[in-house]
């Protein structure tokens, strides 16, 4: 674990600085989910929740009877509505923005899982939580995962970019390595791999269930 963490050579960031950003990510994450549960309890009496869930979760317009397409789109819907945090995350760890944009990124992905989630629950009741648990699961399982190991590497290299501006180093080690980029290859065939098990199961399993 901590030779996957640190990414090869000492001279480029280490365990500690994973561990920081890791643990900035992971916090902001909860955060957001708390609040976006919250959010969802606190909606009106006769808010139109299903018109949130269809906006926020490619597996809203199945659980609100909508035509989902064929298995192609399905996929790279499925594939964007996981993946797109993860390529924020990704382009911001080349910026000295992203010391801050990544953590705002894993809040604003944990406030909209779990009040899309919560929105649903509370729109259709007790028989509505199956499906919930068939929609959200690849995403709790894998994605957000995913998105920790992205988010602590890009926090790392922003991070080290950011230090190397502030001490205005001449020729600083790099922060991107052959383990920083294995890992956004990892992670993308387990994006993709979720997708698809979404595109293909998904719409089956809530029919059944809804």
Not at 25 to 40: I, N, S
């Amino acid at each position: 674990m901590r030779a996957l963490m640190s990414g090869g050579g000492g001279t480029r960031p280490g365990v500690r600085t994973h561990f920081r950003g890791f643990t900035v990510c992971a916090a902001l994450f909860v955060g957001g989910c708390l609040l976006g549960t919250a959010a969802a309890v606190a909606l009106p009496a006769g808010t139109p929740v299903g018109t949130y869930i269809s906006g926020l979760s490619v597996a809203g317009a199945e659980i609100i009877g909508q035509p989902a397409g064929g298995l192609g789109e399905r996929f790279l819907s499925a594939l964007l509505s996981a993946g797109k945090y993860h390529i924020i995350a990704l382009l911001f760890a080349f910026s000295l923005l992203g010391v801050a944009g990544i953590p705002a990124v894993a809040a604003l992905r944990g406030f909209l899982l779990c009040f899309t989630m919560s929105a649903a629950v509370r729109y259709y009741g007790a028989p509505g939580i199956p499906a919930a648990l068939a929609i959200f699961a690849p995403e709790a399982l894998i994605a957000v995962p995913c998105l920790f190991v992205i988010s602590a590497q890009s926090f790392t290299a922003s991070f080290s970019l950011l230090s190397s501006v502030a001490r205005r180093a001449g020729k600083a080690p790099s922060p991107y390595g052959g383990g920083f980029f294995g890992r956004c290859a990892l992670c993308a065939a387990a994006l993709a791999a979720s997708a698809l098990v979404t595109a293909a199961v998904l719409p089956g399993a809530l029919s059944r269930l809804v």
